[in-house]
């Protein structure tokens, strides 16, 4: 068993008298939840294992385990990963969403390699494989990760479906693309501040967008075109102080019962129709309004 917080693992076996050789392997995946594999044709998770330790008949410490350099970011992302396994939400089983029960869970699989395949990488490959595809030191941010993942996961509350985004390639935190872009944009956008704890976007080059902004916000957008305007305001409903109660479980709730194709579809007509129904009004409809949203 592994310490999810410390890290520290026990592995126990079953045998008689003295082991010969003995070792840990370690693989990037947790359970069947999540993985990292080296291909999407293969699909084999990367590996190691620990130093051999001979004639073991009793408890050894083998100290401290490092993943071999070359595969470090396999096992950053399945660490990354937790983040968002730990906020999901589900009371129910044990799976990503309330869709599925224990035992029968659909598994978010990324695909990292050390250098960028023809085929690119950075994108959530939906209605091809449904794999996250990623490469190098991509994953390095931690917002990149979660990005890319809360794709997969809207996908799940969704019931493994997404509303077509339209005029998203490319698109931008700060500039219009559509209102189905801006959604799905700017509610992965959410997700990963939202799951870190910050109110940033943070990309896979490293460089950093604050999703700090109002009317007056230079170079900006305004409206519910624009992911950037979506993504705080989701993040200001969630606020310890927001409206929605501290936290994001009623609009994931929400969600897993009533899709929405797009931001003002949520707010003015699936929020209102939530159980119990999540507030429009007052605070709410503040915050949409700092962000240039009008409805």
Same mark, same amino acid.
Request: with cysteine.
């Given at each position: 068993? +592994? =310490?999810?917080?410390?890290?520290?693992?026990?592995?126990?076996?079953?045998?008689?008298? @003295? %082991?010969? !050789? $003995?070792?840990?392997?370690?693989?990037?995946?947790?359970?069947?939840?999540?993985?990292?594999?080296?291909?999407?044709?293969?699909?084999?998770?990367?590996?190691?294992?620990?130093?051999?330790?001979?004639?073991?008949?009793?408890?050894?410490?083998?100290?401290?385990?490092?993943?071999?350099?070359?595969?470090?970011?396999?096992?950053?992302?399945?660490?990354?990963?937790?983040?968002?396994?730990?906020?999901?939400?589900?009371?129910?089983?044990?799976?990503?969403?309330?869709?599925?029960?224990?035992?029968?869970?659909?598994?978010?699989?990324?695909?990292?390699?050390?250098?960028?395949?023809?085929?690119?990488?950075?994108?959530?490959?939906?209605?091809? +494989? =449904?794999?996250?595809?990623?490469?190098?030191?991509?994953?390095?941010?931690?917002?990149? @990760? %979660?990005? !890319? $993942?809360?794709?997969?996961?809207?996908?799940?509350?969704?019931?493994?479906?997404?509303?077509?985004?339209?005029?998203?390639?490319?698109?931008?935190?700060?500039?219009?693309?559509?209102?189905?872009?801006?959604?799905?944009?700017?509610?992965?956008?959410?997700?990963?501040?939202?799951?870190?704890?910050?109110?940033?976007?943070?990309?896979?080059?490293?460089?950093?967008?604050?999703?700090?902004?109002?009317?007056?916000?230079?170079?900006?957008?305004?409206?519910?075109?624009?992911?950037?305007?979506?993504?705080?305001?989701?993040?200001?409903?969630?606020?310890?102080?927001?409206?929605?109660?501290?936290?994001?479980?009623?609009?994931?709730?929400?969600?897993?019962?009533?899709?929405?194709?797009?931001?003002?579809?949520?707010?003015?007509?699936?929020?209102?129709?939530?159980?119990?129904?999540?507030?429009?009004?007052?605070?709410?409809?503040?915050?949409?309004?700092?962000?240039?949203?009008?409805?």
């Amino acid at each position: 068993m +592994t =310490d999810s917080g410390s890290g520290h693992f026990r592995a126990c076996v079953k045998a008689p008298g @003295t %082991l010969r !050789e $003995a070792h840990v392997r370690f693989r990037s995946g947790s359970t069947d939840l999540w993985r990292v594999v080296k291909d999407r044709t293969s699909q084999k998770e990367y590996a190691f294992n620990s130093p051999s330790r001979h004639d073991v008949s009793a408890d050894q410490n083998l100290g401290t385990v490092k993943v071999p350099a070359a595969m470090s970011n396999a096992w950053h992302i399945t660490d990354t990963l937790n983040l968002l396994y730990w906020k999901r939400d589900n009371p129910t089983s044990a799976c990503w969403t309330r869709h599925q029960v224990t035992g029968a869970c659909d598994q978010l699989t990324f695909v990292w390699s050390r250098r960028e395949t023809d085929e690119g990488a950075g994108y959530f490959d939906l209605d091809g +494989t =449904d794999y996250v595809i990623a490469a190098g030191d991509m994953t390095d941010s931690e917002h990149f @990760t %979660l990005h !890319e $993942a809360a794709h997969w996961f809207q996908w799940q509350l969704y019931g493994r479906d997404l509303p077509e985004a339209t005029n998203c390639d490319p698109h931008f935190i700060e500039k219009r693309s559509s209102t189905t872009c801006a959604w799905t944009e700017g509610f992965a956008d959410a997700t990963a501040a939202y799951v870190l704890g910050d109110y940033r976007y943070v990309d896979e080059t490293g460089g950093e967008t604050s999703l700090e902004n109002d009317a007056t916000t230079p170079d900006w957008d305004p409206g519910d075109e624009v992911q950037g305007r979506v993504g705080s305001s989701l993040l200001d409903l969630w606020a310890k102080d927001g409206p929605d109660g501290g936290n994001w479980k009623r609009t994931l709730r929400l969600m897993a019962a009533e899709p929405s194709d797009d931001f003002r579809e949520y707010f003015t007509v699936d929020r209102p129709e939530a159980n119990p129904p999540l507030t429009t009004r007052g605070a709410a409809r503040d915050i949409i309004t700092q962000h240039t949203i009008d409805y």
